[in-house]
């Protein structure tokens, strides 16, 4: 039996490969100054666009909730508000003996992807220790973590917080990403606005994905001067390359195709002072960490500041370990300070003692908004001025899935010589089609020892959910031939890596990986998929098919309607069964099962799933029923 399970990474590791010679042969080319300020504001302007617009920001109405004085320290406990009717819980220290009226430099510290937030222990260390030194540190509570859980699933997790978040409101043309960004942002502009800030001396600082976050805020923020980001900073060549999928916040769509790298969010604001902290051990490939800081480097370097860019790599495992602690306490002393500091150890505070809301959840103030029902909100504003007319949502898919006519070209293709006779006594012979270079789509046809691709006039083509295989023997009611097909990333053609968990579903596995990458590389996996449906029509209408119906279930049914977006005449019939009701309809406090692989950034600024079942009903012969829920029941 021929391997495909390696398929998808074969594809876009081509893919990526280019894109990451490219960008070492154009960096390899700068060799003076004003090169190195060419890539400079080159990167700014990647990570711009790969970030998009932010929202016009709301009155903060900082709440200061509680103050109390320990170990040497003053801690406020503070509320403010990120967008209206939502709310922000953070955390201040400042040294208790410190001059009030002093301006101070300000360390913010954005959090990991810790349950508890701004309260994790490795954290409290080292703002406590930077504010015993005469610093104002601050940190945030992500949204998900600490005092900001949004939905009840069963686990405190803050990833599968943060990836349903981000799935559902990719749909709305929002990148999870920039919403994190917007709201550090948020934290900043009020640490800014306090009398006891030097606003001339501002770091950002953070682990996991923290790194990620002061790494973002740093390449997007002028208003910050100095980063250490710890244990994030890789490449997206080494996370692609170990399988490594990565958050939802941690794929700027189309940045890598758009030549840019990790590295960028430290090039981008050079020469200002930044440390790239990494431990031996981590799954942030420390390989990647070297390279990134070598792009870096070389750039500081030409502009005069080398020491201005520094790498440090401690023992352990992934965390902000004491090593890492001591060397940002260090990075920031010397950029801040005029004269030499202590580094001190002071142990955590109970959680407990950080809570800015009376029971430890934002969701309990009153007029509280979460993020469901933001989006619940945002979904009705967007139904209301939409006009999903067939041509608006088929212009629409073109762009989004990168379609094009040559989707509609014959395919060639292999002959499988895997035959099978199940216990019910269906005969399949299995074809697999060269939708594109370094993949197939598996097409079985219901006859066995078949050695050519034969006349069907008469047939129906099913689209398998997750397994054309064994997906085909209960489909009974056929008109001609039946062929089934399994797209790419289905049935023989799954993607083996990510340690494949049991569930195809599973939030953090094979299928997000591919699709994350796919966003990365601006080449939807989605948009592989269409396009292997098109060829393998065009190759039985090739082969003198004139009357085709097409039946599609579960996901083979929206890889079918999205492609009858943009060719409503692909089939003569079509039935689909088990669709989403709605995308616009999965809000509230609860899971969504169907993946981010089949949901569309931006869909429903011009359609949900009902208004294309519309349209195509008005103008074709197609149906749809037996709709499934949130969680494809």
């Known amino acids: 039996m021929i391997p495909f399970g390696d398929m998808l990474q074969n594809y ?3 893919i990526a490969k280019k894109a990451t010679q490219k960008r070492a042969s154009r960096l390899a080319e700068i060799k003076t100054r004003k090169q190195a300020l060419s890539e400079v504001d080159a990167a700014k302007k990647r990570l711009q666009k790969a970030f998009g617009t932010f929202p016009e920001r709301v009155p903060l109405n900082p709440e200061i909730r509680k103050t109390f004085t320990r170990d040497g320290l003053i801690t406020e406990c503070i509320v403010i508000q990120v967008r209206e009717n939502m709310h922000a819980t953070m955390v201040v220290y400042r ?5 009030p009226s002093e301006k101070q430099p300000l360390v913010l510290q954005l959090c990991g992807h810790n349950a508890n937030g701004k309260a994790a222990g490795n954290g409290q260390r080292l703002l406590m220790s930077l504010a015993r030194a005469g610093f104002t540190t601050a940190s945030i509570d992500p949204i998900g973590q600490g005092e900001r859980l949004q939905y009840d699933l069963g686990t405190e997790n803050p990833v599968r917080q943060h990836n349903l978040a981000g799935k559902l409101i990719s749909l709305e043309d929002e990148f999870f990403g920039s919403w994190r960004l917007f709201e550090a942002r948020c934290a900043l502009d009020y640490l800014l606005s306090r009398d006891d800030i030097d606003t001339a001396r501002v770091g950002v600082c953070g682990t996991s994905g923290g790194g990620t976050l002061s790494s973002y805020l740093f390449g997007l923020d002028e208003r910050i001067h100095a980063a250490a980001p710890a244990c ?10 170990n399988e490594l999928p990565t958050d939802s916040e941690q794929i700027p769509p189309g940045l890598w195709a758009d030549g840019g790298d990790m590295a960028d969010f430290i090039i981008a604001r050079a020469p200002a002072p930044a440390l790239i902290l990494e431990v031996e051990n981590d799954f942030f490939d420390v390989r990647g960490t070297v390279d990134s800081y070598n792009e870096a480097k070389k750039i500081y370097s030409l502009l005069g500041k080398e020491d201005n860019c520094e790498m440090f790599v401690g023992p352990g495992s992934h965390c902000l370990s004491a090593e890492l602690r001591k060397a940002t306490f260090d990075f920031f002393v010397k950029h801040f300070m005029d004269e030499e500091k202590t580094y001190e150890t002071i142990e955590p505070w109970p959680d407990a003692d950080l809570y800015a809301t009376q029971n430890g959840q934002i969701l309990e103030l009153q007029q509280e908004k979460s993020i469901y029902k933001w989006f619940e909100e945002k979904n009705d504003f967007l139904k209301e001025r939409r006009d999903p007319s067939l041509e608006n949502i088929s212009e629409f898919l073109k762009t989004a899935l990168k379609a094009s006519p040559e989707d509609n070209s014959v395919p060639d293709y292999n002959i499988s010589y895997i035959f099978n006779t199940r216990d019910d006594g269906l005969a399949t012979t299995e074809f697999a089609l060269e939708t594109e270079e370094n993949i197939v789509a598996l097409l079985h046809i219901a006859e066995g020892n078949l050695f050519h691709f034969k006349n069907y006039e008469t047939a129906t083509l099913y689209v398998a959910h997750l397994d054309a295989s064994s997906e085909m ?4 009611d056929y008109d001609g031939m039946l062929f089934a097909l399994d797209v790419r990333g289905i049935g023989r053609s799954r993607f083996l890596g990510c340690s494949r968990r049991e569930d195809y579903f599973d939030y953090y596995d094979s299928d997000y990986f591919a699709d994350s990458t ?9 948009g592989g998929k269409v396009r292997d449906l098109r060829k393998t029509v065009a190759l039985m209408r090739a082969n003198g098919c004139k009357n085709l119906t097409i039946k599609a279930h579960g996901l083979g049914a929206l890889v079918t309607l999205f492609t009858l977006g943009i060719d409503p005449y692909l089939a003569d019939k079509v039935h689909l069964t088990g669709l989403p009701t709605a995308y616009g309809d999965f809000t509230g406090n609860t899971d969504v099962r169907w993946p981010q692989s089949h949901m569309i950034p931006g869909m429903l600024k011009v359609f949900d799933i009902p208004d294309l079942c519309k349209a195509l009903s008005e103008k074709t012969d197609f149906k749809a029923d037996a709709f499934l829920d949130r969680m494809m029941n």
């Not at 040294?95 to 001059?99: K, T, Y």
């Not at 796919?518 to 989605?526: A, F, N, R, S």
């Open 473 to 476: 023997a209960a489909v009974t």
């Open 232 to 241: 994030y900073l890789t490449t997206f060549w080494r996370n692609f390359q």
């Open 95 to 99: 040294r208790e003996d410190s001059d």
């Open 12 to 14: 876009y590791r081509a």
């Open 518 to 526: 796919g966003k990365l590389l601006d080449t939807p996996y989605l």
